[in-house]
């Protein structure tokens, strides 16, 4: 299985426990690895965002032109990737718990 195929799982309403425990297990991982991609760029933001604000005459600016950096787009990316993933992961382990308690049922 692969992070791209996470959203089929979530779609298919007959998937198994199994299938469902990995893609859990894939997308934590995912979410583990664009955390640390992130934190990394955040680590660099402060003095990058400091150099930029000495250039403009504003906050705003200096966040305008933050966001246009290769950073700036990356970082935005990022976050929105770990909300995807956050939601995936959530959903899934609902349908797992849900799975389990029609197993018991």
């Known amino acids: ?50 150099e930029l604000r000495q250039n403009v005459k504003s906050d705003t600016r200096a966040d305008r032109t933050w966001d246009g950096t290769k950073d700036g787009i990356d970082e935005t990316g990022y976050r929105m990737k770990l909300k995807v993933l956050e939601k995936s992961i959530s959903s899934l382990k609902t349908i797992l718990k849900i799975r389990e308690n029609e197993r018991f049922n």
């Open 1 to 50: 299985m692969k992070i791209k195929d996470i959203p089929e799982v979530l779609k298919n309403p007959n998937a198994d426990g199994h299938l469902i425990a990995e893609a859990i297990g894939l997308a934590t991982a995912e979410y583990s690895f664009i955390a640390s991609l992130l934190q990394e760029i955040l680590a660099r933001k402060p003095a990058i965002w400091s």
